[in-house]
């Protein structure tokens, strides 16, 4: 079975300032990861996944996360964030080998990008 | 760009009574899912649909719950008689390939049982 933490359920910060969520997982056996993202009054959009390769992955609008195996981690960063950013983030896992890639889910993280 | 939708947006019904979400995943998407959130916790899944079978059910999709895909677009949650604790944000995902993992999701649909 696997669990999510997500060690702050709310992070205000200013604009233009650096950002860390942070994003911890317990899991017997290897795990897709992923960040989702949620507006105001909108549903969960993907925001990033790691599946294989490099372990330090993308999105489009700035963000980045950093799977690291030793620390079971995933934590979404970004250097200088926007109002526009202010969302409900949340961590997921699947199981590589399963035959259904349901996702266990954190409980989310508020982020506040204040003027 | 398609995208999954989900109605109605806010349902309320009274506890005992029946009801059905429903939703319309993305056209050539082969696999469908359930989620649910109760207010303050976690996301969790209820059930996975492909090939108009039930691939995976978590231990919350007991008897009273049960999903369809009646007419190849439209893929709905049926709860039969609701309760109090099955007042929650419910959410349909789909996605086109179990190897690429990734699910779109609908904008929910609030259900409020009194």
């Known amino acids: 079975a696997q669990s999510v933490t997500q060690l702050d359920s709310q992070v205000p910060v200013f604009e233009e300032a650096p950002v860390e969520l942070r994003c911890n997982y317990s899991?017997?056996?290897?795990?897709?990861l992923f960040w989702y993202v949620q507006y105001p009054n909108q549903g969960l959009q993907l925001l990033l996944k790691?599946?294989?390769?490099s372990t330090l992955v993308e999105s489009i609008n700035g963000f980045e996360a950093e799977f690291n195996k030793s620390q079971t981690s995933f934590h979404l960063r970004k250097p200088s964030v926007h109002i526009s950013d202010t969302a409900e983030y949340f961590c997921?896992?699947?199981?590589?080998?399963?035959?259904?890639?349901?996702?266990?889910w954190g409980l989310g993280t508020s982020l506040g990008v204040n003027p | 760009e398609p995208e999954v939708t989900q109605t109605p947006s806010h349902q309320v019904t009274q506890m005992g009574q029946e009801v059905i979400l429903r939703c319309v995943p993305i056209?050539?998407?082969?696999?469908f899912y359930w989620y649910r959130q109760i207010l303050g916790q976690k996301v969790e899944f209820l059930v996975s649909?492909?090939?108009?079978?039930?691939?995976?059910k978590s231990e919350i999709f007991d008897d009273q719950f049960s999903v369809e895909r009646p007419d190849g677009s439209n893929f709905t949650l049926k709860i039969r008689s609701t309760k109090l604790e099955d007042s929650a944000m419910y959410f349909c995902a789909s996605s086109d390939s179990r190897q690429v993992d990734e699910q779109y999701f609908g904008p929910g649909t609030r259900l409020t049982v009194t």
């Open positions: 056209s050539n998407h082969l696999y």
């Open positions: 790691y599946l294989s390769g």
């Open positions: 649909f492909y090939n108009n079978e039930i691939s995976e």
């Open positions: 997921a896992v699947s199981d590589r080998a399963g035959n259904n890639r349901k996702l266990i």
């Open positions: 899991s017997s056996v290897s795990v897709y």
